[in-house]
Every structure is written in C-alpha cells, then in structure tokens.
C-alpha cells in the first residue's frame, strides 16, 4: 500500500550566493539538485544533477543544504 502524500512546510530556504567567476562569465542556466528531507526536516544527501557551470552548481548545492522543512506528523 502506498503511504498518502503529505504536504512540506518550508521554514527555511537560503538563496545561493552567485560565485564571482560565474557573474564574470555571465553563467547562466538551470541548475538540478536532487536532496532527501529526513523526517525531522533536515536536508541530506544534496547533490548536483545538473549545471551550466560548476562553481554555480556548487553554490547552489551549499544553499539547499541549508533549506530546512517542517517534521513529517
């Protein structure tokens, strides 16, 4: 039996702070994370699937690994 979803609340999101070779470079593009919310709503496991640069890819890893949820009830 699948579980049914739940909602997330969001308490904390960090914004990345644009590294300045990616500014100087005028990086642009998506970058993918994929991250795991543990039951207390701490983030884990936070890697970059995907960058149009990597020093932008790497700020943005940083940033979600600060992002924090409400616990899983």
Request: glycine share 6%.
């Amino acid at each position: 039996m699948t579980p049914e979803p739940r909602a997330i609340r969001v308490i904390r999101v960090d914004l990345p702070e644009v590294p300045l070779e990616a500014y100087q470079q005028k990086a642009s593009g998506t970058v993918t994370i994929a991250f795991e919310i543990t039951a207390v709503g701490n983030v884990e496991a936070v890697t970059v699937v995907s960058s149009p640069h990597a020093p932008l890819g790497e700020a943005c890893r940083k940033a979600v690994s600060g992002w924090l949820f409400g616990p899983i009830t």
